[in-house]
């Protein structure tokens, strides 16, 4: 893979989730390892911090104020936000609503996306301008692990209605792997973002979903052409991760950034 198609592919991929499980961090911890990652401009992270509404008033007690914001809404309503750079607005759709629905009762301002978090079975098509779904990929139990022919038909929706969709949750590793604690496979960042890129040139994404093997879904990655990654990339906006570090680790451990990226 050349260095232009890897960046493409993989340039501003992770959100920081830092207060989000299993990391959970305070605040104040959250706050200071987005401030060094900002420092280190690592072109792989966004540098975008999720926040649940429920948390903006701490975070608006504290000093340093991230670059851009992502608001995670886990609140009865929509709080005030129009003195921070929220640049994403993520919320569950509510039972018996329409995307079209919510999207219209927010009411968001010019320059904020909604994404609407639906379940991989749950597809919602025609979707307003500047709204986008987001899909779940795990949590802190087995059955919040969604099937790959079920996250399958997730990706092949958003392909073939341009939808753009952001994941969350699970995806603590590159790769596909079994957690023993949980008993159930993790799904893999890399394992979406290639599957993304298979579904984009015509092909069933649920094999490079499901694929453990590091060797193939490396080749697969690699092979992923310029004009393929930066649609694949307008599709897959991003990704929360509650590491900011072990992304950059594993893709470089795989050879698919320079070195300087782990750092």
């Known amino acids: 893979m050349s260095v232009q198609t890897a960046t493409s592919l993989y340039t501003a991929l992770v959100d920081d989730a830092g207060l989000f499980p299993p990391t959970s961090l305070h605040m104040d911890e ?11 401009d690592s072109r792989i992270l966004t ?11 701490r975070l608006r007690g504290m000093d340093y104020r991230p670059r851009r914001i992502g608001l995670i809404v886990d609140t009865s309503t929509l709080p005030d936000f129009a003195d921070l750079p929220v640049d994403y607005v993520e919320m569950r759709l509510p039972a018996d609503t329409t995307v079209a629905e919510l999207a219209e009762r927010l009411a968001l301002a010019d320059g904020i996306r909604l994404f609407a978090e639906v379940p991989p079975r ?5 979707l307003p301008d500047r709204v986008g779904l987001k ?7 087995a059955d919040a692990f969604p099937a790959v022919e079920h996250l399958g038909q997730f990706i092949r929706s958003c392909v073939e209605g341009g939808i753009p969709f952001k994941a969350s949750a699970g995806l603590h590793h590159a790769v596909r792997h079994f957690d023993p604690s949980l008993g159930v496979d993790r799904h893999g960042f890399l394992n979406l973002l290639v599957a993304v890129c ?3 040139e015509g092909r069933d994404p649920v094999p490079a979903l499901r694929t453990t093997d590091v060797g ?7 092979a992923v052409q ?16 509650c590491s900011t570090s072990a992304p950059l680790a594993d893709l470089r451990a795989l050879g698919l ?3 300087e990226e782990g750092l």
């Open 257 to 259: 950034v320079d070195e």
């Open 30 to 40: 959250a706050l200071a390892r987005n401030r060094r990652d900002l420092e280190r």
């Open 47 to 57: 540098h975008r911090f999720l926040c649940p509404a429920s948390r903006l008033d």
């Open 122 to 126: 749950k597809l919602a098509l025609d």
């Open 226 to 241: 310029e004009d393929t990654a930066r649609q694949a990339r307008r599709l897959m906006v991003s990704y929360g991760s």
């Open 198 to 200: 298979e579904t984009v």
């Open 135 to 141: 899909v779940r990929c795990g949590g802190t139990t």
């Open 216 to 222: 193939h879904l490396v080749r697969l990655a690699q």
